[in-house]
């Protein structure tokens, strides 16, 4: 497994190591034994969630505030999806900065997002399924959005026309520093 440090600390890509040949493929897309000694971390993922979406369906920016925070290792089995955390972790100095992946079924990339980060994908494909690990489960009181389209924050989405979105997201507030 190859893992790279992205520009905000903490989060990492990793990459599993695959073996192809003229049968198809085969990679652990999962090894806790590996995935400790590839990136320091001691963690222990407690749920999987899986979604499928359309093309242009935007989740997110979503969270969960302490006691209940989630660190979250993210993939995409079918097809395609432009991945984006944002660092809400008061105190540091990429605060309010966010990075993007591309995750596809093709590239098998992980996206490591730990806790004190907000979370959203853009489906790029039709039928896109990713899944999470998270470090906790899920919490409805403790769960928070953040407009995805905020422009405090500026992510920029591979848009090409209006997402395809909740409820919920639509009526999130925007990015403040009380938003945690």
């Known amino acids: 497994m190859q893992v790279t440090q992205v520009h905000i600390e903490g989060l990492l890509v990793l ?3 695959v073996f192809a040949d003229e049968r198809g493929a085969f990679f652990e897309s999962f090894n806790l034994a590996r995935f400790r000694e590839a990136t320091g971390l001691d963690v222990d993922f407690v749920q999987d969630n899986h979604s499928v979406s359309h093309k242009g369906v ?3 920016l979503h969270y ?3 006691p209940h925070a989630q660190g979250k290792l993210v993939r995409v089995v079918r097809g395609a999806a432009w991945d984006v955390a944002v660092d809400i972790r008061e105190g540091s100095a990429t605060f309010g900065q966010w990075a ?3 995750l596809s079924a093709q590239n098998r990339m ?3 997002i730990p806790e004190g980060f ?3 994908f853009l489906a790029l494909e039709d039928n896109t399924e990713f899944l999470y690990k998270t470090t906790a489960y899920w919490h409805g009181p403790s769960e928070r959005t953040i407009r995805w389209d905020d ?4 992510v920029e989405w591979p848009l090409t026309g209006e997402p395809i979105i909740s409820s919920k997201d639509a009526a999130a507030s925007g990015w403040t520093r009380s938003s945690r």
């Open 118 to 120: 907000t979370h959203g």
């Open 100 to 102: 993007a992946v591309e």
């Open 58 to 60: 935007l989740r997110g």
């Open 64 to 66: 969960q505030v302490a």
């Open 151 to 154: 422009p405090t924050l500026g």
């Open 110 to 112: 992980q996206f490591w």
């Open 15 to 17: 990459e599993p190591r």
